[in-house]
């Protein structure tokens, strides 16, 4: 009986879009600037449940960076979902580059994106083949992404160096180095929009300073999202979005959020009083 209720439970799964609308391709090197423009975006992850995302409206110019904050359940993860496409809008578009997302298919949206996640993904490999799934870069560009990392005199230390091999989900690595061999996976593909959602939450701070000095050195030219657990990680970002209940409560500088009495000073006032204690 449980076999047979899976079964239909699955059969009654929406089907994700065509990977691939011959008829609204972009060209190859869409995105160019890597603008996001997000238009009274209503999400709801069911026709029966309420709405997590309520009339977002804002953009996030090019090459920016851009910190996404707001206590749980705010919408914050909805948000980064709702550009990949995971859920679709209920009302609304999201538009990169002047182009509807919605319009083209899912594998010409989500090659142009890059993401470190919270958790990150490694296969059983090699430092190569994680870095570089599709054997397309060589030697020395991957050398050079490892060095921008911290990661070559690692590396450097198993005499079969890039061809040493990687453990299923990394194993044989730390979690600061499963997400730092993440980091240059993205680095090499060299995309102009780069996601982190909550991508240091579980490093240590050594290690999301590592991440945070490579991505501002390393990201000039691209659009950097980040969905912040640490407060300290998006204080240095060109804007600030704060999200509450599925809205917008603030969009602006962190100086200027910081100079009045707003929801982002209350969080840093808040993440300050924990670290204190702690």
């Not at 990687?166 to 780069?194: H, M, T």
Request: proline residues 5%; glycine residues 6%.
């Amino acid at each position: 009986m449980i076999s047979v209720e899976r079964i239909l439970q699955f059969s009654n799964v929406r089907s994700e879009a065509p990977l691939i609308i011959e008829k609204s391709r972009p060209k190859p090197d869409w995105p160019l600037k890597g603008r996001i423009e997000i238009k009274d975006l209503h999400v709801q992850y069911s026709p029966d449940l309420p709405r997590v995302l309520k009339g977002i409206t804002c953009t996030f110019p090019a090459g920016k960076k851009i910190g996404i904050v707001g206590r749980t359940g705010s919408g914050k993860s909805t948000l980064i979902q709702a550009l990949f496409r995971v859920v679709e809008p209920s009302e609304g578009c999201i538009l990169v580059d002047g182009i509807d997302i919605s319009k083209i298919g899912l594998q010409d949206l989500r090659s142009k994106l890059s993401m470190i996640p919270q958790d990150p993904t490694l296969f059983d490999g090699t430092i190569r083949t994680n870095l570089d799934p599709l054997l397309q870069h060589t030697d020395q560009e991957i050398w050079e992404v490892l060095q921008k990392c911290h990661l070559a005199d690692i590396v450097k230390q198993d005499i079969r160096l890039l061809d040493a091999p990687v453990e299923e989900d990394g194993e044989n690595l730390s979690v600061g180095q499963r997400q730092i061999v993440c980091l240059a996976r993205v680095l090499l593909q060299k995309r102009r929009i780069l996601v982190l959602d909550e991508a240091t939450a579980s490093v240590d701070t050594e290690t999301d300073n590592v991440i945070q000095k490579t991505i501002r050195e390393e990201t000039n030219g691209c659009t950097v999202i980040t969905v912040a657990h640490r407060i300290p990680t998006v204080i240095d970002n060109d804007l600030v979005l704060v999200l509450a209940e599925g809205k917008i409560l603030e969009f602006d500088t962190p100086n200027q959020l910081l100079r009045n009495t707003s929801a982002f000073s209350n969080l840093v006032a808040e993440f300050l009083r924990r670290s204190s204690k702690g």
